[in-house]
Every structure is written in structure tokens, then in C-alpha cells.
């Protein structure tokens, strides 16, 4: 029998940090910048919320809010980051040699590996929204790598798009994990089927409604859930938006 538990908008972590103070070293911008986050599940003092989701430390939704708002260069290791631009513009820089800029519907993986620094700084005068997750890696000490892709939403309404995995055109994890987005633009019925038994399945309401095992999501709603043969999705609002998260244990 499915195991799942459902996390309201209004129930997840919160933080709103400041360009100023303690947090001025890590956190970039003018002295009026600041970065909010809203967190899904816990990691230390990174972010409150539920605990880890299998392969997956952190789920923020995070806005740079001011001119060169976000986070200044810092390390990683051992960790593979996403990031998904829903609003705005996410100028990305990293000790591979990439820098990035990345609008709505782009999207970056990260893998930090044996060791790598990044920066991600909203440069333009609206604000920059993204959502970030955190995975721990299938191989510890890995040689770091990006890579980037894009979801055009239009082109690839109606049907469960694999962004983070192993499907073709999905970009590769080094990690039992992918990563899938659903933009629907009417009310209708979807099914996701997991690779195979025992998987944690984790949906996350970027905007829109559905409906999924007989609970009502509304815009960043979740819903996470753990040994489902099948999730069937009922899309209950035209224009809704999901992202799809498949973890192993």
C-alpha cells in the first residue's frame, strides 16, 4: 500500500535572509537585497521543513529579490545541484569555467563531485525565482560537471517530460533519481509510472490545481509518496505546471 504525505503551501520552511549583518559574507546584493526561501524538507541550517526525501537533501523555492541579490561564491562537494529559473534571470558561475544565464523554463545540474565553487546572482532589476534541489550523489568524489538544458512549455505541453535522467534528451545524473515537469494547459488526466517498486515519487504545484490520490493541490502544494505502482494525476486547472521528483530510498 502507498505511503504519502501531503505539504501545504503555508507549511513549509521559511527564511528570509538579508545582504547585511551575519549574512552579508554569504548572502549578495545591495544592502536593501535579500534572498527568501521556502523549504520543503530540512538540511542543518540550510533550510527547515520535513526530513530528507530519499535522495533528496534540500527542495528550496527561492527569490533574489534587489539588484545582484543571491548567493556569493562558495564551495561543494559530494552534492548534485538543480536549479530550475521559473521567473526572472539566474546568472550562474562556477569553477568549471561556465558562466551561465539562465531564464524561465532553463534549467541547470551541477554535480560538485571532488570539490567545486559557485556563485548564482540575480543581476537584473525584477526579481529571480528558481527552485533548487539538492541530491546526494551516486559516486562520492566524482569529477565535478554541468551541464544546462531548457523546457519549453509550450512546445511541450500535455505530456510528462523527463528533464533529469535518463531519458533521451534528459540531462545525465550520476544518481538513482530523475527529474520530470507536467504542463498541462487544460484539464485532464495523466498517469506517472515509476521504474519499479519501493520508489519515492515527490510532486510539487508550481502553479495550477490537480488532484492526486483523492487530495486537492493547489499552487505550491506537494505531495511526496512512497511504494505507488502507478500515480494517477488529475489535472483540475487549465495552465497548471508540476514538477515530478522519482528518488530510490
Known sequence: MADYFVLRHDARGHSRLPSTGSFAEYVAGHPDGWIERRSSFNFRDYQSGRPGFGKIRVFGDEVFSGNGAGHNMHPHHNFIIMAFVLRGAL??????????????????????????KHSELNIESGEMNAIYIWA????????PSYHRGVFESE????????????????????????????????????EYQPEGPGRGIYIFVL??????????????????????????????????????????P
Open 91 to 116: 546568472t550562474h558561475i562556477n569553477t568549471i569555467g561556465k558562466i551561465d544565464v539562465l531564464r524561465p523554463g532553463d534549467y541547470y545540474i551541477f554535480s560538485a563531485g571532488s570539490g567545486g
Open 155 to 190: 512546445r511541450r505541453a500535455n505530456a510528462i517530460a523527463e528533464l533529469i535522467g535518463e531519458a533521451p534528451g534528459a540531462l545525465p545524473i550520476d544518481q538513482d533519481l530523475r527529474v520530470s515537469r507536467l504542463f498541462s494547459t487544460a484539464a485532464a488526466d495523466y
Open 136 to 143: 546526494l550523489p551516486g559516486r562520492l568524489f566524482a569529477p
Open 207 to 248: 502553479e495550477g490545481k490537480t488532484r492526486i490520490l483523492q487530495t486537492e493541490l493547489s499552487r505550491r502544494d506537494s505531495l511526496g509518496v512512497w511504494n505507488a505502482r502507478r500515480i494517477e494525476i488529475a489535472i483540475t486547472a487549465e495552465r497548471t505546471d508540476l514538477l515530478i521528483v522519482e528518488t530510490a
